[in-house]
């Protein structure tokens, strides 16, 4: 449950239209719902802002759909899967279908990321950027979480330092931008040049994309540590999810 459904409830008991009884019901699945396996963190939305998201490595399909449809039977906040299987997908989709609820979004790549229920539209402008096209995986998994919490992202692909050139043909939607998500595998070195050109906050998504001495990401993720462009948020290794959630706070 998130604020506005909160609100709703409390509008609705006022008018007559529930019933206080009826209301206590609802309240009592807060502040979770104890499913045996997992605890469903129904307060999150109002405690942060943030809805709880499923993460599928570890859970089976059949509990990844438990969890997908206990979020959607309590009204409010987007419902988010990440890192899924094609059986968790599978799973999840099949559960929200049931209760009525079609896929908002769903990321490119071998692991999805699924949203149900997107939030109403938020302003600011978002624009995620990578450095190759190898990145899009990552950069798709933050703008599918980015969208279902309201956000309408610009993508720019294959932005690499290699070829700057193609980073300035887009220096007014950078201009233009709120904040901005840099995602880059490689030596990282995107982020300190996106950082040192706008004024907007930037997220830094290290992705492990790259040859041997790239490491599988940490290359890059120390080189955006150790940027000499100030105050860039850098978020863990292909973590599209968390470069979405820094930048849906930093825009609150």
């Known amino acids: 449950m998130d604020e506005p459904a ?33 605890r469903v ?22 509990q990844c759909a438990a969890i997908v449809a206990e979020l959607l039977d309590e009204p409010g906040a987007p419902v988010l899967l990440t890192r899924a299987e094609p059986a968790q997908a599978e799973r999840s989709a099949a559960a929200a279908a049931e209760r009525g609820f079609a896929v908002a979004g ?51 692909a294959d932005c690499g330092v290699a070829g700057i050139h193609r980073l300035l043909a887009s220096v007014d939607e950078l201009d233009a931008a709120d904040a901005v998500v840099v995602v880059a595998g490689m030596e990282g070195a995107l982020a300190s040049l996106v950082g040192g050109m706008t004024a907007a906050p930037v997220v830094a998504v290290p992705t492990s994309v790259g040859y041997g001495a790239a490491l599988d990401g940490i290359t890059a993720l120390l080189a955006m540590l150790s940027s000499c462009a100030s105050g860039i948020t850098v978020v863990g290794i292909d973590n599209g999810f968390g470069a979405a959630c820094a930048v849906s706070r930093l825009l609150a």
Not at 9 to 20: E, F
Not at 41 to 62: C, T
Not at 138 to 151: I, N, Q, R, Y
């Open 41 to 62: 963190d129904h307060h999150r939305s109002l405690r942060q802002g943030l809805p709880e998201a499923v993460y599928g490595p570890g859970k089976s399909p059949e």
């Open 106 to 156: 769903r990321s490119e790549g071998s692991l999805a990321t699924l949203a149900w229920r997107a939030a109403p539209e938020r302003a600011g402008r978002v624009v995620v950027i990578t450095a190759g096209t190898a990145d899009l995986p990552v950069a798709s998994e933050c703008t599918v979480v980015l969208a279902a919490l309201g956000f309408a992202p610009t993508v720019l």
């Open 6 to 38: 909160l609100s709703q409830l409390l509008a609705d008991v006022a008018g007559g239209v529930c019933s206080p009884d009826d209301a206590v019901r609802q309240l009592r699945r807060l502040p979770f719902a104890d499913l045996g396996f997992a």
